[in-house]
């Protein structure tokens, strides 16, 4: 298992330090309301693979474009206005006609309550034919995106905008080998869904598409439910609720992933415990270069858990671009990961300081 740390380009070297591909959502939030008692509602952007383009800009400050489409209205303008705050470069951004009803092409809705206590989250999105899931193999120029005029150290994509249509498994299918081609280190969060392959063909369709895409990945995210739904991985010893995840069983799983995809350099997941909504244990384990590294388990208060996830692999993704190596890049992902569920939002409002604070193990005393 090679060393991820060394197949990343230097920084300065290219345009951009990550590329991601993925949807870019609008989110409704109650706040302390119920979806469907709700009165009025925040707006926020948001999509598993945004995410962590905006968490290493805003947060470690690095240089990130998202390669996404929107439908051209007043809708998607707002998403336009939301990412401009977070930094994240919208020139491979697509922007598609509206035909002023959305029978062809609109922008995804995603309706989220955070959850307290014993009442869990929800979410409910309304993405039908949505202008990033139509998508298709020729719609971008990868070779010239990871090419010497333009170049990323990193791209990154999940299992939520492969699920998204058929089109678009080709689109990542082909950013993936332009981004090999050119010597780009390639990450992919499985990211599991029910909703949004139970329509589809189900968790057979999902490991059917997800089995060949991870043969072409260099680093992947997932957890428990992830690895056992997309590639039919199973973890021995896991609660049923979850509420048990052996450490022991994870490393084995980790070598036995590895040893079916040797393409494969860095392999993480999460390791969350809900004991309610309002207060999870978090921690990871990875798999870098036949060496495991480990955070244990802590208990984090929740305050917004959406996100958390595309977080902890941003901090992780930082760590290996910094060189810091995979123990303080896990180290890191887990703090990101912690802070982002402190506050409202998918996005990370964290800055590098507050994380190496975490990481220090230091006290939320008040900073003035």
């Known amino acids: 298992m090679e060393d991820v740390s060394a197949s990343v380009k230097a920084q300065g070297s290219v345009r951009w330090d990550a590329v991601s591909l993925g949807e870019v959502m609008?989110?409704?939030?109650?706040g302390e309301?119920?979806?469907?008692?709700?009165?009025?509602?925040?707006?926020?952007?948001g999509g598993g693979e945004y995410n962590v383009a905006r968490g290493l800009r805003r947060c470690f400050e690095l240089k990130t474009a998202i390669a996404t489409a929107l439908a051209d209205n007043p809708v998607g303008r707002l998403v336009?206005?939301?990412?401009?705050?977070?930094?994240?470069?919208?020139?491979l951004v697509r922007w598609v006609p509206y035909d002023g009803v959305g029978r062809k092409v609109r922008n995804g809705l995603n309706f989220t309550e955070s959850g307290f206590g014993v009442r869990a989250a929800v979410g409910c999105s309304d993405r039908g034919h949505t202008a990033v899931s139509q998508l298709k193999v020729g719609d971008y120029d990868w070779k010239a995106i990871f090419g010497a005029e333009m170049g990323s150290r990193w791209f990154h994509t999940g299992g939520i905008f492969t699920a998204l249509s058929e089109t678009t498994i080709g689109v990542a299918?082909?950013?993936?080998?332009?981004a090999r081609a050119a010597g780009t280190v390639v990450s992919y969060d499985l990211n599991y869904r029910d909703s949004l392959w139970k329509s589809i063909g189900g968790k057979a369709r999902a490991r059917e598409v997800n089995r060949e895409l991870v043969r072409k990945v260099d680093v992947l995210f997932g957890n428990e439910e992830d690895f056992s739904a997309m590639l039919g991985v199973e973890i021995e010893g896991v609660g049923k609720?979850?509420?048990?995840l052996p450490v022991e069983s994870y490393a084995k799983m980790l070598r036995e992933l590895a040893g079916m995809y040797p393409n494969l350099k860095l392999i993480a997941s999460t390791l969350r415990t809900a004991t309610t909504a309002s207060e999870n244990a978090c921690g990871a384990i990875a798999l870098s270069g036949g060496t495991i590294a480990?955070?244990?388990q802590r208990n984090v208060d929740i305050l917004d858990r959406v996100g958390g996830g595309d977080s902890f692999a941003s901090g992780l993704i930082y760590g290996m671009l910094a060189g810091m190596g995979a123990q303080w890049a896990v180290e890191c992902g887990v703090a990101h990961g912690a802070l982002a569920m402190t506050t409202p939002g998918d996005t990370s409002t964290a800055s590098l300081s507050e994380v190496l604070r975490v990481m220090g193990g230091g006290a939320a005393r008040i900073a003035r």
């Open 241 to 244: 609720d979850f509420d048990e």
């Open 173 to 178: 299918s082909e950013a993936m080998d332009a």
């Open 33 to 45: 309301e119920r979806i469907h008692t709700a009165r009025t509602m925040r707006v926020w952007e």
């Open 26 to 30: 609008l989110r409704l939030d109650p």
């Open 294 to 296: 480990h955070v244990a």
């Open 80 to 91: 336009e206005d939301l990412m401009l705050q977070g930094g994240v470069d919208q020139e």
